[in-house]
Nanobody, 123 residues
Framework: QVQLVESGGGLVQAGGSLRLSCAASGGTFSSYTMGWFRQAPGKERDFLAA????????YYEGSVKGRFTISRDNAKKTVYLQMNSLKSEDTAVYYC????????????????WGQGTQVTVSS
C-alpha cells in the first residue's frame, strides 16, 4: 500500500551534520505518523523519532533529543531527519516507517518500512 525510500546517508566526521530524506508513494501519506529507526550491526532496531500526521507534534528518544530533528512535508510526501553533532555511536542503518498509531515508538506499531540508508560517523 505504501512504499518508502530513504536517501541522504553517507560518511561524516564526528561533530558533523547530515539530513536524511524518506520519500513515500502509494497510500495517503498525511494519514500516518512517520518515524525514524536505526539498527547497528549485531543490535536490535531502535526507535529514534516520530512526527504526527500534521507535523505539529514530535517525540524523540532521549539520546538524540536536542541533536536530531524530525519533520515532514505532506505536499512532497517526504519525511526528514536532520542530524547534528553526530557521534561515532550514531553509526547505523537508518530506516523510516509509517504507523497508524499516534507518535508510535514500537516497531510492531509501524506498518510500512523503507529499505534503509547507511550512516557512518568517523572519529
Amino acid at each position: 500500500q505504501v512504499q518508502l525510500v530513504e536517501s541522504g546517508g553517507g560518511l561524516v566526521q564526528a561533530g558533523g551534520s547530515l539530513r536524511l530524506s524518506c520519500a513515500a508513494s502509494g497510500g495517503t501519506f498525511s494519514s500516518y505518523t512517520m518515524g525514524w529507526f536505526r539498527q547497528a550491526p549485531g543490535k536490535e532496531r531502535d526507535f529514534l523519532a516520530a512526527v504526527s500526521w500534521s507535523g505539529s507534534s514530535t517525540y524523540y528518544e532521549g539520546s538524540v533529543k536536542g541533536r536530531f530533528t524530525i519533520s515532514r512535508d505532506n505536499a512532497k510526501k517526504t519525511v526528514y531527519l536532520q542530524m547534528n553533532s553526530l557521534k561515532s555511536e550514531d553509526t547505523a542503518v537508518y530506516y523510516c516507517a509509517a504507523a497508524a498509531v499516534y507518535l508510535a515508538t514500537r516497531t510492531a506499531n509501524y506498518n510500512y518500512w523503507g529499505q534503509g540508508t547507511q550512516v557512518t560517523v568517523s572519529s
